[in-house]
């Protein structure tokens, strides 16, 4: 019955953070929250052209990003290429972005613009910080806006921060102002 042979010291807990696991894929949605008759032959798959996050979560950051993909209307089908810019700054006192997008129509390409603010920041489980913008939209002006399309109405923008500050899902939502 030899005694079991000495363990080591016990490791002291060490300071360093438990690392953070990489973000997840980044994933994009634009919606409207009508039918549309159009329907694109595009590739629906949303595509990240450029992505900029600066500063902290804690203290304040600034973001801006540029994505092309198709716009999905309410039944879910890919309706409209889009191309849209997107930038803004969120801070411990609120938040606002502005945004710009063209959208390409039957009828041709129609420019959209418009600005938000932060309405709402949500704490999940797993540290992400969904922030949720609300705002506008509007068809810029000289442009004869066929049926179905977007004209104007109101913006509810989602973006989700990975706890290590990565803008790695966006959701973008229209819905078209009555009259």
Known sequence: GGAPPAAGPSPSPSPTPVPIPPAPAWSFSFGVGWRSVESCNCDPTPRLISSSVEGTVQ?????????????????????????????????????????????????????YAGEASLDSVAVGEDGVLAYTFVGSYALEEGQEPVAGIPQRGTLTVTLSVWPDGTLFSGTFGLTEAAG
């Open 59 to 111: 203290d304040g950051f600034t973001f801006s990003q540029v994505v092309e993909g198709a716009i999905y209307d309410a039944d879910a089908d890919p309706t409209w290429p889009f191309h849209l810019e997107l930038a803004g700054s969120v801070d411990p006192s609120g938040g606002r972005l502005e945004h710009r997008f063209v959208l390409w129509s039957l009828a041709g390409p129609y420019s």
